[in-house]
């Protein structure tokens, strides 16, 4: 190409490219803003969509509640009867804390004795059998599992532990550390919530008389072997395995050296976390190797009125995310004169519980 052509060219380009350059800044509002560039694509343009499923939310906490020892025979039942007080209705011992139980997927209790109308008593002059009244109380507290390996179990005997059995299981109320034979009495309760299995045991130090065997029915007792045994197979069926133990001395805030035996060694057998009661008073707690131990919750709905600590009971939360126990928190709710337990304060007062540390205490 001849040269003046190639700078005719150049001259050519040159031109368009200023030309292009003014139509841009044309293109600027005098308030500084630009319209948008050649060729932009407008802000207004629509968006595509992003599906619910984009951003799914993760599995929402499983929330468990411990309780202790419940009784409703006695005192309880008299309070319960009275026209004045419960006018015969057996959910009267739960009213004042039925809103905090039902805020929690479902509520764990040691049961203190029989639920039947059935047996005769062979126990001490401190024998207890529940009214079959009591059952759908239980059901409407959101008590859905219960420990039913302690003391006062075999009160009226054989036929009336059976009796209770089969109440609690038509009611659709797991329980565990008691059965018809050995193999029932050791195996876990297994439950599933967000897809998540819940393993509870339990065990007893008292009655090793009427111990559970492949032919006759009976309670767990807390043998250290049997003890590590069970928790083994529960961990093979469940993500979090908890263990009840029914142990200790009355009235002592702190556990006997035995206590903290039988819960380490459930620790070491791969229990996430123990649980006990008996006492009849809150005991203290640790931690055991990252996993925590509460050795007495206390009464829940006792009639030992006698003192503070047995009219105090321990209220033990445990959240439950992603296969593992994420936060563990003992809070205390008084027992009133008609022997019914409140909730902690905060809730009492309508307004959402304080957040707390994990493993922290009331």
Known sequence: MHMKSVWA?????AALLVIAGGVYLASVSRSGERTGPPFAVSSDAPKPALSADAFPRPPRPVR????????????????????????????????????YLRSFDLVVANLEGPV?????RVGSIYSFRMNPDVVPALVAANIRAVNFANNHVWDYGRQAFEDTLARLSV?????????RNAAE???PYVLEREGIKIAF??????????????????????????????????????????????????YRPEPMERQRTLARLAVDAGADLVVGHHPHVIESHESYRGKEIFYSLGNFVFDQSFSTSTMTAGLLEVDIAGGSIVRTNLRQGTINRNFQPSPPEAFREGGP????AKHGSF
């Open 64 to 99: 468990l509640l411990f309780v202790g020892d419940i009784m409703l025979d006695r005192g309880v039942r008299l309070h319960v009867e009275r026209v004045a007080e419960g006018a015969g209705n057996p959910s009267f011992s739960f009213a004042k804390i039925a809103d």
């Open 201 to 250: 045991v339990g065990f007893t130090e008292f009655l090793r008389q009427v111990e559970a065997t492949n032919e006759r029915s009976g309670i767990a007792f807390a043998d250290p072997e049997t003890v590590r045994a069970a928790i083994i197979q529960a961990r093979q069926q469940a993500d979090i395995v908890i263990v009840s133990f029914h142990m200790g001395e009355e």
């Open 171 to 179: 009611a659709g109320i797991g329980y565990f550390g008691a059965g």
């Open 353 to 356: 519980l304080p957040p707390v």
């Open 185 to 187: 009495a050791y195996a």
């Open 9 to 13: 060219l150049t001259a050519v380009i």
């Open 116 to 120: 039947s109308d059935a047996g005769e």
